[in-house]
């Protein structure tokens, strides 16, 4: 008896852990260690039609049980990683989430057109700005966000999930894209943080704000997940500072069917496998499937 | 001639994460020695990569690249800089910790004399170059700066027991010459010696040793201190903007030929 | 010299640390371990039209570097506090601000005169829910914030902040807190959060969701107030996870004129005073004054 | 009667943050034994009063309540629960800890007999209170339940050591008599004695107990566990329902009158 499998729109997950966009990059740098298909899925990096530099250094720092990263969607462009990236990483048996992104509706649905041979899944990152909409994040913005779905829904026969952000309204943005048809929701993307530099008199990060990830988001993450589970039939991958067998329950309790691991993971390069590990003995332990735990924190006992 | 750093991406064992115990942690004037026991670490660090060690207390790991490597024992000299670091150095002997290790390329080895450029801690990296070097029968001219008279421990400690005459500069006088460890590095240079410059300090510092290397035709390295999460390549933090396209410090150096680094 | 003073509409701080309202009662409870009158000043729980009596127990639990509070502000209605807490607090030789808050603009103003005569500053808290908006917290919505500064105004001759939350918009709310005449700002409220118990599987807290306050907000905090400065020339009361002299400078750089201390005296009672006393050695240190470093982060440097 | 509870908030000493040594940390089954040295405490603890007590690593105290005070030495019965209680048991002797104490009120002395009825860690207040009785000179009857026979360590070192002959049960009888012990105070009630009921435990045992004391017209304290923050007073955390209005269990319990309570 396999307690964790999951069933999510249609893929089955071995296990319901799954590394976070842009803490695993495509995966390479960690399958020395261990195979990557025994993880639930990879999230990829977010990938856009055109490389991007990303923002000048420094990118990340350190806060109270999170970190700031202002990374500015660094990466190679879509045509890079169909190249080498993706191919491999399908060719290691790994379940796929491609993360996607860019500047405009069209952007983005040109990459998950490309992307999707190799995709399980589609997330579509809507906190990257919206640049057409006078730099607010596509996730703050129901109509922009809507667009976005409804073109990738076009471009792709793969499930898509949106992938929400903690810094604009949550309820509005889910309906709006529920209507345009969205398959599943991933949540949340890092909230808005940041750190002073006491010595430079001036903010750490290069870029002045970063996003704020790691457990200390992690009760932001679990009532976003709870609230949003309470208003959509829509499935959901929540993620928000789980780094233990524990925290994961946390999340199913408030609704989440898959859970990302992100940060943790700089924490401790074996955490997802690690996390998927201790979830399975915790629910034997209990006589318990994950199955059984997701949503079950709403019983109005 | 100048050799890519990314070259030696190639030839180095996988890391892993270790189990480590600190074996040793005392003051060094403002700095702090740490000794690690690594006896699962099979491999061996070359001087230049670097361990990505956990504290207790903090979600991300730390940089530090080794002072030393002696049989299963791996030397840290550590400068209190933030929370992670003022909290590392508190530790006590006996301490379990994890290290992602090893980590990052090194520094190639000179074609003829080698002149190490360095002040606080950058001195841990270049004693272990400065140690690989001597035992290969290589002329060493160590050049290292302080403020005033507090890295007189640390040199000590590193350099001395090598039996190297280092050079040292301090801004007041304290310390050997007043002034920059550049000027010892310049009058080298200036006298034509067939020397490959290693520079590991305050940018600033780095930067002036590069441009004396450039100047003079000298081939030069340095090792960048980017900000690091993951330390594997993964999280994109440790951006380099090279003149090869951007690299990461992390994997793609921290060690970079300083023809390469757009300063 | 004292390197500490600060002036803050037209009020003379001994020092900028305050402690946080709900975090330290009426000061009462810690008056035994030092004179109140060296903190720069008490600000008290919210005071209410009425008495409250507060949601179910529990009401708090603890999260990575952070805790979650639904006390449902409870307190003993404004009639009380004048009658034997206000008077008291005062005698003390303390600076006070009073928290004020009611279900409409009414009762703000209501509380706000009566508490005039005890109170430096009045902090209206915007966060609790306008009952006559469809319990959508003040805070959310510009015109019914607005209201309330406006009444309040009208109701007392002191200065008013406006105390935000950092679950809206802000700075929609502040322009209109602005306009209907606030004389400074104070943020951030608490994060809303949620923890589940895997026991009992339903969140912890009795009334599911609660505040998030403690270190994990901090960088949520100073980017708020960072925000804010760069728009409104109002002086900021800045607060969110302060637990050292190193963290109150942070929101000096970031704009903040006086920080406040909440959570941080849970887990040591000294909190606020230790902190004072730090920030004046690492000033002197430093040979510089408080007042140095009040928006100093956003030198274009 | 029955002494509200609220009147020995006035005799109380004033509480302080203590600098507190852990001396001795050991197994009890599934409890822990803690010995914290808190020299710089003058007060006495009295049965049934707390300590707010720092876990490294954790923003928030924790409230326990210890099961004897000797000369400077406190011991406290820790089971773990969450996260806190479980790093706090982890940590070696020699760690040093903060403890607000003492906090909250205490049990007042029974007019004639005691009943005692506990479960778990709630046997520490009970056997403190013990101690003290039979110190006086009373006649204490011990009910102490548990799932099986994990309470074993447990009883034997609380309640053992003071020579009581306490009576116990557990829900598949490994340990005394099978079922609740609430069975042995009906039946001590039921004989007429003129006792005085104390219960600290899980919600369902204290509500058992009481019930049984109010039926039978005796008086009846419990220490009511409330999740806490401050532990002072002063930030409304620990809000407890009463028939005299709305109280806080840290200044205005954590012990009520079992009629007090809205239970
Ligand atoms: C390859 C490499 C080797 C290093 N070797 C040494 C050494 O041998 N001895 C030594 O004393 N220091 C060394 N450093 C610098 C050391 O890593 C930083 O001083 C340390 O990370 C600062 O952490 P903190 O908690 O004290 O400061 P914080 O500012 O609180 O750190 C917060 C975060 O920022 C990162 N960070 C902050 N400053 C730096 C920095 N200068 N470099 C990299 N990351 C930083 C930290 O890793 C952490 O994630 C090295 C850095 C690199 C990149
Ligand atoms: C007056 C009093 C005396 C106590 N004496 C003892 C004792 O002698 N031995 C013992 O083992 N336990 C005792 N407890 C219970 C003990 O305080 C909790 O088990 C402990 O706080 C749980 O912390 P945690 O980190 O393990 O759990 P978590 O759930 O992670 O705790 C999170 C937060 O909730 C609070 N909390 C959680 N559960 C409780 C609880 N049951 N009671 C109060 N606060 C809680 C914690 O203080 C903390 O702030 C006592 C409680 C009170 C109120
Ligand atoms: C360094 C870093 C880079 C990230 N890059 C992306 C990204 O490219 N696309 C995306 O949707 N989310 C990105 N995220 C957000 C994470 O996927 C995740 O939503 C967030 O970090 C919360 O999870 P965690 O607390 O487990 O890290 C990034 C997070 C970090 C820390
Ligand atoms: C237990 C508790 C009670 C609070 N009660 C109030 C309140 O009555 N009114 C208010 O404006 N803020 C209240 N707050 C919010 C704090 O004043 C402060 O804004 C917040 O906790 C962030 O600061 P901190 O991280 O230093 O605690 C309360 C916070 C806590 C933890
Ligand atoms: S530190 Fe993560 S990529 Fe270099
Ligand atoms: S715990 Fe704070 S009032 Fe009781």
Redesign the pocket.
């Known amino acids: 008896m396999n307690r964790l499998e999951v069933e999510f729109l249609g893929v089955r997950f071995p296990n319901p852990v799954v590394t976070a966009s842009g803490t695993f990059n495509f995966g390479r740098e960690y399958a020395h260690l261990y195979p990557l298909s025994r993880l639930g899925a990879v999230t990829t990096k977010g990938v856009s039609p055109r490389p991007i530099a990303g923002t000048p250094t420094?990118r990340?720092?350190?806060t109270p049980m999170g970190?700031l990263n202002a990374i500015g969607l660094e990466n190679k462009g879509v045509d890079a990683y169909v190249a080498s990236e993706l191919p491999w990483l399908k060719a290691q048996g790994a379940r796929v989430i491609v993360n996607v992104f860019g500047d405009e509706a069209a952007d983005f649905a040109h990459v998950a057109r490309k992307v999707s041979p190799y995709a399980d899944l589609i997330e579509v990152n809507l906190s990257c700005p919206n640049v057409h909409g006078g730099r607010l994040p596509f996730a703050h913005d129901p109509e922009a966000a809507a667009l976005v779905v409804r073109r990738v829904k076009d471009a792709t026969d793969r499930p898509v999930l949106a992938k929400l952000s903690p810094n604009g309204p949550l309820l509005p943005v889910a309906e709006a894209l529920e209507a345009a048809g969205v398959d599943g929701f991933s949540l949340i993307n890092t909230l808005l943080g940041m750190r002073m530099d006491l010595e430079r008199k001036r903010p750490?990060l290069a870029n002045r704000q970063g996003g704020l990830s790691g457990p200390a988001i992690k009760p932001v993450a679990v009532r976003q997940v709870y609230e949003l589970y309470r208003h959509s039939d829509r499935p959901i991958l929540g993620m928000g500072g789980v780094a233990s067998a524990e925290d994961a329950l946390e999340f199913a309790l408030a609704g989440a069917r898959l859970v990302a691991v992100g940060t943790a993971t700089f924490s401790d390069p074996y955490a997802p496998l690690k996390i998927a590990q201790e979830l399975e003995r915790e629910l034997q332990r209990r006589a318990e499937t994950w199955s059984d735990w997701i949503g079950a924190g709403h019983a109005p006992n | 001639m100048t050799r890519p750093s990314l070259e030696l991406t190639h030839e180095r064992p996988r890391w892993d994460d270790h189990a480590v115990t600190l074996v040793t942690s005392e003051p060094l004037g403002p700095?702090q020695r740490l000794v690690l026991a690594m006896p699962a670490l099979e491999a061996r660090f070359e001087p230049g990569q670097?361990l990505n060690l956990s504290v207790p207390g903090?979600l991300?790991r730390?940089?530090?690249?080794p002072s030393r490597h002696e049989g299963t024992e791996v030397e840290?000299?550590?400068?209190?800089?933030?929370?992670?670091?003022?909290d590392l150095i508190a530790l006590p002997a006996g301490t379990r910790l994890q290290a992602l290790a090893p980590l990052?390329n090194s520094f190639p080895m000179p074609a003829g004399e080698a002149a190490l450029v360095g002040a606080g801690?950058g001195a841990?990296?270049l004693a272990f170059l400065a140690e690989r070097l001597l035992c290969a029968g290589r002329t060493v001219h160590v050049f290292h700066g302080a403020v005033s008279s507090e890295d007189r421990p640390l040199v000590r400690e590193v350099y001395e027991r090598l039996g190297i005459g280092a050079h040292y500069f301090s801004e007041d006088g304290a310390l050997g010459r007043r002034g920059y460890p550049t000027a010892g590095l310049a009058e080298l240079l200036a006298g034509g010696a067939d020397v490959t410059v290693y520079s590991v300090g305050p940018l600033a510092l780095m930067r002036a040793a590069a441009r004396l290397a450039i100047e003079h035709g000298r081939p030069g390295y340095v090792?960048l201190?980017?900000?690091?999460?993951c330390g594997v390549g993964a999280c994109l933090s440790c951006a380099v903007k090279t003149t090869a396209g951007q690299k990461h410090?992390c994997v793609d150096g921290?060690v970079f030929e300083v023809r390469e680094v757009v300063w």
């Not at chain 2, 840290?76 to 670091?85: A, E, N, S, W």
């Not at chain 2, 201190?225 to 999460?229: F, K, N, R, W």
């Open positions: 420094p990340i720092t350190e970190m750490v | 700095h670097f903090h991300l730390r940089p530090l690249a840290l000299i550590v400068t209190p800089f933030g929370p992670g670091t003022r990052g801690a841990a990296p090792s201190d980017v900000h690091m999460a410090a921290p």
